[in-house]
């Protein structure tokens, strides 16, 4: 992304500092940094412990912000879209 080096790993709070960086604003950032050890978590236990537990709130908590980011990013992708077949001469 904009000449930045790729980083290939699942730690929530290295991408966000990496989109902040580059300028890019996130909803949720605030929450997604919070629940962030959370989601490492889960990412790492659902795969190696066949006794991975996940409690009903964190889930709901995680499919409402990542509802939120869903809806962000399609309206970012329409926007864009729209820009494109607006102004299709022009590198956006």
Avoid at 51 to 56: K, L, P, V
Wanted: aromatic share 10%; charged share 30%.
């Amino acid at each position: 992304m904009n000449g930045a080096a790729y980083a290939e790993n699942h730690d929530v709070r290295a991408n966000l500092n990496i989109l902040n960086r580059i300028g890019v604003e996130i909803p949720c950032e605030k929450e997604l940094r919070v629940l962030a050890s959370t989601l490492y978590s889960w990412e790492t236990e659902s795969r190696y412990k066949d006794s991975f537990i996940a409690a009903t709130k964190d889930i709901d908590e995680v499919f409402e912000i990542a509802e939120k980011l869903s809806n962000y990013t399609f309206s970012l992708i329409s926007t864009l879209t729209v820009e494109e077949a607006e102004f299709p001469d022009q590198k956006l």
